[in-house]
């Protein structure tokens, strides 16, 4: 499976359960994804920030979703085709 790096900031809708965060949609260069599961979530450090990826796939597609506690954004960072 080949993925593209994207590193761009999207809109993220979230819901919360309990101390878990789930990404819900998405929205990326005027486009909504709905995101039916999310496969995999880790976490990493970078400087001070901690960053939480999410594995999502809408049905079609996998993508790769950073959230930086820091600054409080979402970014999509890979694209792959399943």
């Keep these: 499976m080949d993925s593209v790096s994207v590193d761009e900031t ?3 809708g979230a819901a919360f359960d309990n101390s878990k965060v789930l990404p819900m949609w998405f929205r990326w260069r005027n486009r909504y994804y709905k995101i039916k599961a999310v496969n995999y979530t880790w976490s990493t450090n970078k400087g001070s920030a901690r960053l939480h990826h999410y594995a999502v796939t809408d049905g079609a597609t996998i993508y ?14 890979k694209i792959a085709a399943v």
């Design 10 to 12: 999207v809109r993220v």
């Design 64 to 77: 790769e979703l950073r959230f930086d506690t820091n600054t409080l954004e979402w970014t999509l960072s």
